[in-house]
């Protein structure tokens, strides 16, 4: 068996192990649904969340240790993870065969030779690395300016750099300027970066662009909802996602630039292969010549997968172990050994000093900048309403990368990727919509936080959710308030009875109350005709025949206190029947209220955890009359509301 | 040859334009009568004026009780019926806490029913919280399998529109009917509890779950869309679990306190007598209840339960 058969078999086996963890990924009692598979093994594998997640918080969450076997792997062998393990490079391979149906041979080689262009994803990784290193470089330099020795060598170090850049000057070398440029940058930039240190933030962007997280968040959100919308064997209902078009067509334009290109997106894009591009040049294994007596047919290049060029100076960060050239050598003198290229190899990315500078400077920038609109302050998004164990908005984008298992595995499918709502670094995390869905936030379910790969959202006990057992003095787990629309609710705006909110409202006792109230209906105030048993005639025929014996509506004598009322029981248009009430029956020629009981709702905010189950049921269904805002949710002290 | 081609290209722009032509537009839409549905009758007749009232705290004792006091399951389900039970699943709570139907229960009856020979037992319900969620986690889905019957989550497709003969309120209204092709039997088993709205929830106000659609604005009018949805179901038994009864927080309780031990088990070929027991066991009367009174007037049933001779009998 060739070692591309073995290959395919490996691509194969991993994109079905991806698409079953797709699969699995909901809650039920079906087989196969949840059963403890790590359905979140790929994104635990991608040392680009680890780094990411390190960079921004300083730590190695639980399963993101799996990260550790692909970085030793990677070391050994090259970038295998590229050309053997990941789905979405096996789509873009699968894809890419499709292209090159059509093209002769020369076509082939030609569309696979080194782009320049190919260092974009060099520049993609840095800078999205730095978005999330902000806080750590300017604690770096904080502890620098602390401790004095280190501070006053470099300090020392500057004025000599400094000296010799002026004195060298008059030896007309030609560095000499940009050094002196770069040292008052450089302590400008110390300077911004410790003055404005509010400012600079980490936020973990790498989810964008991460392959992982991107496939997953692709198939999950987008390509399962749409292959489920005719069977409903995978959801029992049609599942929605706010904005999955977009998650959809950048992810069918990634696959369709392989007609073009073959392996489009990792060849140019992917920053996860950057990284692994980087560490594949300590790799001990790397594809090369064994000897010189090459007669450069190009056959290695027909099939190469990274636009790596092994005919020539192979370039190790570019090349993903598709093994092809392997294959393709028809003379044998290409293989995957220890000794470096008999015809040499580039073992650096190709990508300038100035250009990582650069595009490290710009992503440490990019954060502040984003973050001038202030939602992380005073102009925070009560729209915003993050699951049931979310951290703190700055803890949580320093962790969430997107991927959308949460969203998958929601059983009432109320977790959404989202728009601009937490501002331009908040694209694509949760957010949580109670219109779509089945219900609100289910009391019992707290399966999100267990598939979140780097503890975004917490892994909550039921105790903990519902503020049970050692959790009873901190409560519930709270993830805001409810609102009542007085200017839409049915019994505070429209005289109609409803409490459908209070019914609903699952926490006991429940968050909603209901105050009694009654109002005297339009065209309520009528003159007594006569009275016979409870049969009261009206001078006016205001009414429909039983539009007022629903057992809602009573009559009531005008001045006289509560209790004074007696139920409806029948209407005609111009006569009513009361359930016997002595001190109620009215006399001839009195005026009398016809009035409706109506149980206002009212929410208690010390009991309201923000489930939404109420927004949910509303009967007013466009706009809702009571409504959820992110108001006193656990996890931050910015909006709460009580004392 | 080109004119030729242009001629027939021109005739067939021509022929396209005059079938689909379309001179008055939409018109406003209307529902087609005939796509109502309506379920059938269940009941059995001779045995509608059943009635048993078991005192007991084990609800399968109660129900052995309740049912040989009327002949036996067998008298209502025969050897090639298929059975519909109806549970309350609203709530994605476990079962202790009684907010929905109790598994032993429908674990017990659905095996009742197939070992009278019922070809199919099927449970449905299109609770209020999330289906998926509601089954499992009440334990009525793994009850029914148990006892080998099928659960019916409901899906979009399987609603059709109804309009209830004699209502007013629910017309054209979507009704959770694809459960019931080819059903014989209809079996409501739904607990004692406080609802702030209606006053109470048990059998008749069961029935909401067949409904689909936005369908809380009902609650504008609960006593008479009640009494409407009882005119709209006949079911061949009911049976009323009031061995524990939800006093407070109701309908969704969440809380043992909630709960009160009333060891009473109804068992009813009459819904409407059923509720009428049921509302004691909440401390109210029928005339606290309009529901009630308006299903009588309707015709559904009756509330004076002793002209219907009950079994009162004890399970211990």
């Known amino acids: 068996m060739s070692i591309v058969t073995v290959r395919r078999i490996s691509q194969v086996f991993f994109l079905a192990l991806f698409l079953w963890f797709c699969v699995v990924s909901s809650l039920g009692v079906e087989s196969w649904q949840l059963r403890g598979w790590p359905v979140s093994w790929f994104l635990q594998l991608d040392p680009l969340v680890a780094l990411g997640t390190i960079l921004t918080t300083g730590t190695l969450y639980a399963n993101l240790l799996w990260a550790l076997v692909t970085v030793i792997l990677t070391l050994i062998l090259g970038r295998f993870f590229c050309g053997w393990v990941c789905p979405f490079g096996t789509m873009h391979h699968a894809v890419g065969y499709l292209g090159k149906r059509s093209k002769t041979l020369s076509e082939e080689i030609a569309g696979n030779r080194f782009h320049p262009l190919q260092s974009i994803k060099f520049w993609i990784l840095v800078f999205l690395l730095s978005a999330g290193a902000g806080s750590l470089l300017a604690l770096g330099i904080r502890q620098g300016f602390r401790s004095s020795p280190l501070l006053w060598m470099v300090f020392g170090g500057s004025i000599v750099i400094a000296a010799l850049a002026l004195g060298g000057m008059w030896g007309d070398r030609r560095k000499v300027g940009a050094v002196l440029i770069g040292l008052v940058g450089f302590w400008a930039a110390t300077g911004f970066v410790f003055g404005g240190e509010r400012m600079i933030g980490a936020s973990l962007q790498t989810g964008l662009l991460d392959p992982i997280p991107l496939v997953y968040r692709s198939v999950n959100l987008a390509l399962l909802p749409l292959a489920d919308s005719s069977t409903h064997v995978l959801s029992v209902d049609q599942r929605y996602y706010e904005g999955a078009w977009l998650i959809g067509v950048l992810f069918v334009a990634a696959l369709l630039m392989n007609l073009k290109i073959p392996r489009f997106y990792c060849r140019f894009v992917c920053p996860l292969g950057a990284l692994f591009g980087v560490l594949a040049r300590y790799s001990l294994w790397r594809i090369g010549k064994a000897c010189s007596d090459c007669i450069q047919c190009g056959l290695c290049e027909q099939d190469c997968e990274g636009g790596c060029e092994p005919l020539g100076q192979i370039r190790i960060p570019d090349c993903v172990l598709c093994m092809n050239c392997l294959d393709g050598c028809k003379h044998q003198i290409i293989g995957y050994r220890t000794a470096p290229s008999a015809s040499g190899e580039i073992v650096s990315p190709n990508l300038s000093r100035r250009g990582a500078l650069m595009a490290l400077a710009s992503g440490v920038a990019v954060i502040p900048a984003v973050r001038l609109g202030g939602q992380l302050g005073a102009n925070w998004n009560p729209g915003l309403i993050r699951p049931p164990g979310a951290l703190p908005e700055e803890e949580f984008l320093k962790r969430c990368i997107k991927c959308g298992q949460c969203m998958r595995v929601c059983p009432t499918n109320i977790i959404h990727p989202a728009g601009f709502e937490a501002g331009l670094e908040g694209v694509w995390t949760p957010i949580l919509n109670y219109r779509i869905g089945t219900s609100g936030c289910q009391l019992n379910c707290i399966a999100c936080g267990h598939l979140c790969p780097t503890a975004a959202i917490r892994p909550l006990t039921l105790d903990e959710k519902k503020g049970l057992g050692t959790f009873e003095p901190s409560g519930p787990i709270r993830v805001g308030t409810a609102f009542v629309d007085h200017g839409r609710c049915l019994p505070w705006a429209m005289d109609r009875p409803c409490i459908v909110c209070q019914e609903n409202c699952p926490v006991s006792p429940k968050a909603i109350f209901v105050r009694e109230h009654y109002s005297t209906v339009r065209a309520g105030l009528v003159s007594v005709k006569s009275v016979a048993r409870g049969r009261i005639e009206l001078a006016e025929r205001p009414f429909r025949p039983g539009e007022i014996a629903t057992g809602d509506y009573f009559l009531a004598r005008e001045g006289l206190q509560d209790g004074n009322r007696s139920l409806i029981l029948e209407n005609s248009e111009g006569a009513v029947t009361v359930q016997a009430n002595g001190h109620a029956v009215p006399e001839p020629g009195e005026k009398v209220h016809v009035q409706v009981r109506l149980q206002r709702p009212q929410v208690d905010p010390s009991r309201c955890i923000g489930c939404g189950i109420c927004e949910h049921e509303c009967p007013v269904s466009g706009r809702r009359a009571i409504r959820v805002t992110a108001e006193n949710e656990s996890r931050s002290r910015r909006g709460s509301l009580l004392l | ?316």
């Not at chain 2, 009232?53 to 052995?64: C, N, P």
């Not at chain 2, 009850?143 to 629910?170: E, N």
């Not at chain 2, 407070?248 to 909630?258: E, V």
């Not at chain 2, 029928?286 to 009950?310: H, W």
Request: with cysteine.
């Open chain 2, 1 to 316: 040859m080109r004119s030729a081609k242009a001629g027939a290209a021109v005739a067939l722009a021509g022929g396209v334009s005059a079938w689909l032509f379309d001179p008055e537009g939409p018109r406003a839409p209307s529902a087609s009568e005939s796509d109502l549905v309506t379920l059938p009758d269940f009941s059995v007749s001779g045995l509608d004026r059943k009635l048993s009232i078991i005192q007991g705290a084990d609800r399968v004792k109660s129900l052995d009780v309740a049912l040989k006091a009327l002949g036996g399951i067998e008298a209502f389900v025969k050897r090639g019926d298929r059975v519909l039970v109806k549970v309350n699943a609203a709530f994605a709570t476990p079962a202790i806490l009684s907010a929905t139907t109790n598994p032993d229960l429908l674990a017990e009856v659905c095996r009742r029913c197939l070992k009278a020979g019922a070809a199919s037992v099927v449970v449905t319900d299109n609770p209020i919280n999330d289906p998926e969620s509601c089954f499992s986690l009440t334990g009525l889905r793994e009850a029914a399998h148990s006892a080998g019957a099928r659960v019916i989550l409901p899906r979009a497709g399987f609603f059709r529109p109804t309009t209830v003969a004699g209502g007013s309120l629910i017309k054209d209204w979507p009704l959770l009917h694809t459960p019931f092709q080819g059903v014989t039997r209809l079996i409501s088993i739904a607990p004692v509890k406080d609802h702030n709205r209606s006053g109470a929830s048990m059998i008749m106000k069961n029935w909401y779950g067949l409904l689909g659609g936005r369908r809380n604005i009902f609650h504008q009018d609960i006593h008479n869309t009640i009494k409407e949805l009882a005119m709209m179901v006949k079911p061949t038994l009911v049976i009323l679990d009031g061995t524990t009864t939800m006093m407070t927080n109701g309908p969704t309780g969440g809380s043992l306190s909630d709960l009160k031990a009333t060891n009473t088990l109804i068992v009813s070929a009459d819904q409407v007598a059923a509720d009428a027991v049921g509302a004691t066991l909440l401390g109210k009367t029928v005339s606290d209840l309009p529901f009630i009174l308006k299903a009588v007037e309707a015709g559904v049933g009756t509330a004076d339960v002793e002209s219907l001779r009950p079994v009162r009998a004890s399970a211990v």
